[in-house]
């Protein structure tokens, strides 16, 4: 491991640690989320330049209050400790934390009481957003009040020797508009960060490490043409070149022209040793007469899996599988917090992991958040039209033809779906949605066209904004770009006579149809 600057966030449960981890690295500083019973030795190894306790929805005097090692405090690294963080680490310190009566929930003006580092460049009074019950009532030996409110004596906390901070408030969300200069202070003035990590820093590492990780051995990938997995190809393309082999499977429910596109990108441009697979055919026979969503999603994976494997045993001797996990699906997948959900649609990565290949993982991103793998995906040429794009499922177009798929009904769709993607583009609110796609209706209806009758079929619309997938709201777009689609959707695909639009919000709708 390269001895790049790391603050480490302690979990302590809170809905903002990613948000915190996410402010701590805008200032090009890494950072990674981990157990709040990370012990002292384990902090050693990692040696990070400071820790940051995270908020969480605990009270200390609750039984089963996750509580920090003492010994993190006497590791001589700076320590700041957000909301339940502060309580935690003055309760630890000697400190008295109270139950309040009620809970204080909003803004708050904050009085700074001292500018020297903590708070240095900040205006006396600027707004704080709190959100908690308990509070610290009497300070630790050693502390002293740094700033307060109003309701709160104690909102921020100092032992300037043994540099440990603490605030009452949320310095990383929004609604604390100097909470970035506030993290950033903490990380500069006090634990002596430089800020080198930056997406080229992240790309000479990563590429070093691949490589010592690898040796001779062969990698696979399976390349969807999404952005996760085109930045992983191009990074470990980078670091170990034909040693990497790249396996594009077209499963028939792609979108018009995607398979040109990868292969142009990925062969033409990058010189990616790539497999293209056309099993377009295998697929839609499988899929034939299949009208469940689920059965479909399942079908889909499956064969996959099948076809994946068949492609890939013919490369010889394997050793890595290469995927493009992102941070939040590790830290989701390990958070201690988390309970499980009621699975709503089996999905979300593509094909899922081949069970019987025994192959170790390569997972170059691991340790990013989505908008850092643009950045990394920038840095190293790829196009706006690969980053920038919209997340699209893995069973494609099959979860988007409703009922019976057939090459006919995906044909339409695609003529659709083409509609749809250029005229959003050309009003600009590609970007602005989060998705926007057609769907084709297994209804047909009336209409007029010329002096006939027609009876044909019917494409909804689906714009959708939202932050992560996990909630989202119908798009209002404007009439006269929804009239336009309408128009080119009717009079350029054959088949269609009718276009809708889907104005429900999820919940308790979801994105796609099935
Ligand atoms: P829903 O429809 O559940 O979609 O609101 C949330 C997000 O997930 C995408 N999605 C999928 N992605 N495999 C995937 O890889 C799937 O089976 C799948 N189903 C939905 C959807 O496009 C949206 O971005």
Request: hydrophobic share 40%.
């Amino acid at each position: 491991m390269s001895q790049q600057e790391v603050i480490l966030v302690l979990d302590f449960g809170s809905q903002y640690n990613q948000l915190i981890a996410r402010r701590v690295r805008e200032n090009r500083v890494f950072s990674r989320i981990v157990p709040h019973n990370i012990t002292a030795e384990e902090i050693r190894e990692i040696n990070p330049k400071g820790l940051i306790l995270s908020g969480g929805p605990a009270s200390i005097y609750g039984s089963h209050a996750p509580k920090p090692k003492k010994e993190l405090f006497e590791l001589d690294i700076p320590v700041l400790g957000i909301c339940y963080g502060m309580q935690a680490l003055a309760h630890m310190l000697g400190g008295k934390v109270t139950k309040a009566r009620k809970r204080e929930f909003g803004h708050a003006e904050l009085l700074i009481d001292d500018f020297e580092d903590f708070f240095a460049g900040l205006e006396e009074k600027t707004i704080c957003w709190m959100s908690h019950g308990d509070y610290v009532s009497q300070l630790p030996p050693g502390f002293k009040r740094i700033g307060h409110t109003d309701n709160t004596e104690f909102a921020a906390i100092a032992d300037k020797n043994r540099r440990l901070y603490g605030v009452q408030f949320h310095p990383e969300v929004a609604h604390t508009p100097r909470g970035s200069k506030i993290i950033s202070n903490f990380l500069f003035n006090i634990c002596g960060c430089e800020g080198t990590w930056t997406p080229q820093s992240f790309i000479d590492d990563t590429v070093n490490n691949i490589r010592e990780a690898v040796g001779k051995e062969k990698v696979v990938c399976g390349l969807s043409g999404g952005v996760d997995s085109s930045v992983a190809a191009v990074l470990i393309n980078k670091a170990i070149g034909k040693q990497l082999a790249c396996i594009f499977i077209n499963n028939g429910v792609l979108r018009k022209g995607e398979a040109d596109r990868v292969i142009k990108t990925f062969k033409k441009h990058f010189h990616i040793n790539l497999r293209y697979v056309n099993a377009e055919a295998r697929f839609l026979k499988r899929l034939k007469g299949v009208i469940d969503p689920e059965k479909k999603r399942k079908i889909i994976g499956h064969e996959f899996i099948r076809v994946f494997e068949e492609e890939a045993k013919k490369l010889g001797k394997i050793g890595y599988l290469a995927q493009g996990t992102l941070y939040p699906d590790v830290i989701e997948s390990k958070s201690a917090f988390g309970g499980p959900s009621a699975t709503i649609k089996s999905h979300h990565n593509v094909g899922g992991l081949p069970l019987n290949m025994k192959l170790k993982l390569v997972e170059p991103l691991r340790e990013l958040f989505k908008d850092e793998v643009r950045l990394v995906g920038k840095a190293m040429g790829l196009s706006n039209e690969i980053i920038l794009r919209q997340p699209f499922p893995g069973p494609g177009l099959a979860i988007r033809v409703i009922g019976d798929i057939t090459k006919e009904r995906l044909d339409i769709l695609r003529e659709a779906d083409l509609v749809v993607i250029e005229e959003i583009k050309k009003a600009e609110f590609y970007r602005e949605v989060w998705q926007s796609f057609a769907i084709l209706l297994p209804i047909k209806t009336v209409g007029v066209m010329g002096d006939e009758r027609t009876y044909e079929n019917v494409i909804a619309l689906r714009a959708v904004t939202s932050a992560d997938g996990m909630t989202a709201d119908w798009a209002r777009l404007p009439y006269d770009l929804l009239e336009r689609i309408s128009n080119r959707i009717i009079n350029e695909v054959r088949g269609v006579n009718r276009v809708v639009y889907d104005i429900s919000s999820k919940p308790p709708s979801t994105i796609e149809w099935e």
